[in-house]
Structure formats: C-alpha cells, structure tokens
C-alpha cells in the first residue's frame, strides 16, 4: 500500500476555480457546518424538557457522534469510489427528513437513535464539503479559508434564529426550522459539479467492488485512512483537532445546560452561538496573515488551547456580556484552527484519498466529541455542574501540553 508524502507541497501558484463551483460548495458548507450548531441548541433544551438524569442527558447528547465516529471513514471511502457529490446528496437528503422525527417520539430511546442518525447523515454532508477542497481546489488554503469563513457565517445567522424560534413557537417550531436548514443544504449540494470518483481520476488504480456490496463497510478502508497518520503534518494536524474537538463536545453538552441553569434565555443562548460564527469567520480570514508569522505547530496548538480554555471557564463568568466576549475568542480561535486543518489535510491526503483523510480527522475528533459528554454528565453527578467544567478543562489542556511535547517541532512556516 502506498503512503503518501512525509510533506505537503503546497503550490505557490492559485488553481483558478469557477465562481458557479465555488459557491455551491461554500452554500453545501454554510448549511452543513452550521447544523451541528443548531443541533447544539435545540436538542440541549429538548431533552432537559423530558428531565432525565445528567448522565442520560450526556448519553443522548453524546450519542450524535457514535456514527460518525464508526463509519465516517467508510463514508469518505464510498465518496473517493462513488464521487462526493452523490453520496452527499443522498445523505442531505436524510437530513431533511430527521429533525421533525424529534418532537414525534419524545422518548429516551428514541432520541438516542435520531442522535446517531441525524449526527451521521450531517457530518458526512460536511465530510462531502471538505472532499471538495481537496478534489476541485487542490487544498490550497484560501479556498479552504473561504469554506471556513461561509460555514462560520451560517453558524452565525442560524443560532440565533432557531433559538429565538425555540422561544416564541417552543420544539415543534425549532424542528420545523432545522428541516427548513436540512432543505438548504440538500439544494445547494444539488449545485456541486458532478465530477469523477477519485478512484477514476488515478491511473492505473484497481477496480474495487460496486453494486450493493460496494457500499458496504471494507478494512482496506481503514487501513488507507490510518496510514496517512504517517505524514507528519496528518499526524500533528489530527492530534490538535481531538483536542479541538474536546472542548466542542463541553460547548455542545453541559455548556448549554449551565446556561439554562443561571437564566439564560434561548434567544441570548442562539446568540452566543451565532457569535462562534462570526468571529470565527473573521479568524478564517487571518490564517494567511498568522501563518506567515508563526510557526504551523505552534499557531495550532496556541489557537486549540485558547479555544478550549474560553469555554472551560464559563462558570467565572457572570454577565451575557463576559460570556459573549469569552464565547468570541474563542469562535476566532476554532476559525483559525479549522482552516488550517481543512488546508493542510487535503494537502497531505494524495489525490486518491481526500475523502478518507477527511473522514479521519473527523472520525477522531468524534472519539472525543462522544466521551467527552458522557464523561462530563459523569463528572457532574460526582463534583456538580460548574466543577465539572474545570475539571474536563484541565485534562483537554494536559493533553494539549503533552502534544506539544511529544510532537517534534515544525519548522517550516506556511
């Protein structure tokens, strides 16, 4: 099996891409990314209506990422075979359907389920998005800048709105609009060029299975997918995205049960969010500017551990206006960090398997994005809520210093 490069080699030269590509790339990502977010809203504030213990309440909330988690390397493998865009649009598609399912079986059980599906079928449209990047724009870094800087301005629009919904039409309402959202990114994805398999666009590559048995999961898979962690850069690039993902999973789970707790409307909660977005945008624009300044490893791993800690000490902060101004840090930290990982994962994945090297850096980011809510609801039972965010913050931090010890130094500047 063939490993990729040790090295990205990014070309100084910009591929010219068409606007009409462009933009349906950029509106598939507004509509997908931004969909984790209002997920991130509503179901919070639905299961605390059906009141169940705080470790049920990070089972449900964790549950989003175990599909993703499993088979988003499967997923990403069947886009390099069959082509990003049709699998993308059968599962936009999906999504459209799922969210109504919420308010129709208020159920423990049931809710765990439309987790796991409606997280699967989401992060795989978003996993589409990125293969784009990679196939039509060669991973060049203002194009991914310009992903992240669309998908933060619809975290930045969406929020807000379904919170305010949430407030004046209650869940039905809420659902309702994330199924309105779901039809966005189904219509945009209808945009994106067809294009070929990454498997077609290879000479020489080996037919691999088709028809129904094509889409089943395959080990070849995973074992291609894990073998990019023998690039460096992969390998730096999916150490920080866990621990990225890490302080999402406190943002998505208790983040927003502690707010509920001290009062916060969830008009005021969707603008919190809506403030990720925004600033988040403006971080994906400054990536150019930061990284020709400051080392790869070091911007990274400074822009993680900002993030993370802007989030772990939401208990010290008493007013909206603290926290919006915390909450914005950090949406310029994640701005910043995305956009390199989504740069420089194309870039060191090879032509064949942008797909697959997507899906692994979001396949291991969901490994902490699961536990970390059902270790927090753990957590909060034994030392209570606003502990617990100290707690899980300073493991998070941990694991940031000892990726920066155990990682050998990048001296190259992008």
Same mark, same amino acid.
């Given at each position: 099996?063939?490993i990729?490069?040790?090295?990205p080699?990014?070309s !100084? =030269?910009l591929?010219a891409?068409?606007?009409?590509?462009?933009a349906?790339?950029?509106?598939?990502?507004l $509509?997908a990314?931004?969909?984790?977010?209002?997920y991130n809203?509503?179901?919070?504030l639905?299961?605390?209506?059906?009141?169940p213990s705080? *470790?049920m309440i990070?089972v449900?909330?964790?549950?989003?990422?175990v599909?993703?988690m499993?088979f988003?390397?499967?997923?990403?493998?069947?886009?390099?075979?069959?082509?990003?865009?049709r699998?993308?649009?059968?599962?936009?598609?999906?999504?459209?359907?799922i969210p109504m399912?919420y308010?129709?079986?208020?159920?423990?059980?049931?809710l765990i389920?439309?987790?796991?599906?409606g +997280?699967f079928?989401?992060m795989?449209?978003?996993?589409?998005?990125?293969? *784009?990047v990679g196939?039509a724009?060669?991973?060049q870094?203002?194009?991914?800048?310009r992903?992240?800087?669309w998908t933060?301005m619809?975290v $930045?629009?969406g929020p807000?709105?379904v919170g305010a919904?949430?407030?004046l039409?209650?869940p039905w309402g809420?659902f309702? $609009?994330?199924? $309105?959202w779901?039809? +966005?990114m189904?219509?945009?994805?209808l945009c994106?060029?067809p294009?070929?398999?990454?498997?077609?666009? @290879?000479?020489?590559?080996?037919p691999?299975? =088709?028809?129904?048995k094509g889409l089943?999961p395959?080990?070849r898979?995973?074992v291609?997918a *894990? !073998?990019l962690?023998?690039?460096p =850069?992969?390998a730096l690039v999916?150490?920080?995205t866990t621990l990225r993902?890490?302080?999402?999973?406190?943002?998505?789970?208790f983040?927003?049960?502690y707010?509920?707790?001290i009062? @916060?409307?969830g008009t005021?909660?969707?603008t919190l969010? !809506?403030? @990720?977005?925004?600033?988040g945008?403006?971080g994906s624009?400054?990536?150019?500017?930061?990284?020709?300044h @400051?080392a790869q490893?070091?911007l990274?791993?400074?822009a993680v551990?900002?993030s993370v800690?802007m989030v772990?000490?939401v208990?010290?902060? %008493?007013t *909206?206006?603290v926290?919006?101004?915390a909450?914005?840090?950090r949406g310029?930290?994640t %701005?910043?960090?995305?956009?390199?990982?989504?740069?420089?994962?194309?870039?060191g994945s090879?032509?064949g398997?942008q797909?697959?090297g997507?899906?692994? /850096?979001?396949t291991?980011g969901?490994?902490?994005a699961?536990f #970390?809510?059902i270790?927090m609801?753990?957590v909060?039972?034994f030392? %209570?809520?606003?502990?617990s965010f100290?707690?899980?913050g300073?493991?998070?931090l941990a694991?940031?210093l000892?990726l920066? #010890?155990?990682?050998?130094?990048?001296?190259? /500047?992008?």
């Amino acid at each position: 099996m063939a490993i990729p490069p040790s090295e990205p080699a990014p070309s !100084s =030269t910009l591929t010219a891409v068409p606007w009409r590509v462009q933009a349906a790339v950029y509106g598939t990502g507004l $509509f997908a990314n931004s969909s984790l977010q209002l997920y991130n809203v509503v179901v919070p504030l639905w299961v605390v209506l059906l009141n169940p213990s705080p *470790f049920m309440i990070g089972v449900v909330l964790g549950a989003r990422q175990v599909l993703p988690m499993l088979f988003s390397i499967h997923g990403g493998a069947l886009m390099d075979r069959l082509g990003a865009r049709r699998v993308t649009l059968w599962l936009a598609g999906a999504s459209v359907c799922i969210p109504m399912l919420y308010p129709l079986m208020p159920w423990i059980p049931a809710l765990i389920v439309l987790q796991m599906l409606g +997280g699967f079928s989401v992060m795989m449209c978003w996993v589409g998005v990125q293969s *784009f990047v990679g196939h039509a724009m060669k991973g060049q870094p203002v194009y991914a800048g310009r992903l992240t800087l669309w998908t933060r301005m619809g975290v $930045f629009m969406g929020p807000p709105l379904v919170g305010a919904i949430w407030d004046l039409a209650g869940p039905w309402g809420a659902f309702g $609009f994330m199924t $309105f959202w779901a039809a +966005g990114m189904f219509g945009a994805a209808l945009c994106l060029p067809p294009g070929e398999s990454a498997q077609e666009e @290879i000479a020489g590559a080996k037919p691999r299975r =088709t028809g129904a048995k094509g889409l089943l999961p395959d080990w070849r898979d995973y074992v291609s997918a *894990f !073998s990019l962690l023998a690039v460096p =850069t992969i390998a730096l690039v999916m150490g920080a995205t866990t621990l990225r993902h890490a302080g999402t999973g406190i943002q998505g789970s208790f983040y927003v049960v502690y707010l509920n707790e001290i009062g @916060i409307a969830g008009t005021a909660i969707g603008t919190l969010f !809506s403030l @990720i977005g925004i600033c988040g945008a403006a971080g994906s624009l400054m990536v150019g500017f930061l990284a020709r300044h @400051i080392a790869q490893r070091t911007l990274l791993l400074l822009a993680v551990a900002l993030s993370v800690i802007m989030v772990t000490i939401v208990p010290l902060l %008493g007013t *909206f206006i603290v926290l919006a101004i915390a909450i914005g840090i950090r949406g310029l930290c994640t %701005g910043v960090a995305q956009s390199m990982e989504i740069a420089l994962t194309s870039q060191g994945s090879g032509a064949g398997a942008q797909g697959r090297g997507v899906a692994l /850096r979001l396949t291991i980011g969901r490994v902490a994005a699961v536990f #970390i809510p059902i270790m927090m609801g753990g957590v909060v039972e034994f030392v %209570g809520l606003r502990e617990s965010f100290y707690v899980m913050g300073g493991l998070i931090l941990a694991g940031i210093l000892m990726l920066a #010890i155990l990682l050998p130094n990048d001296k190259r /500047r992008a």
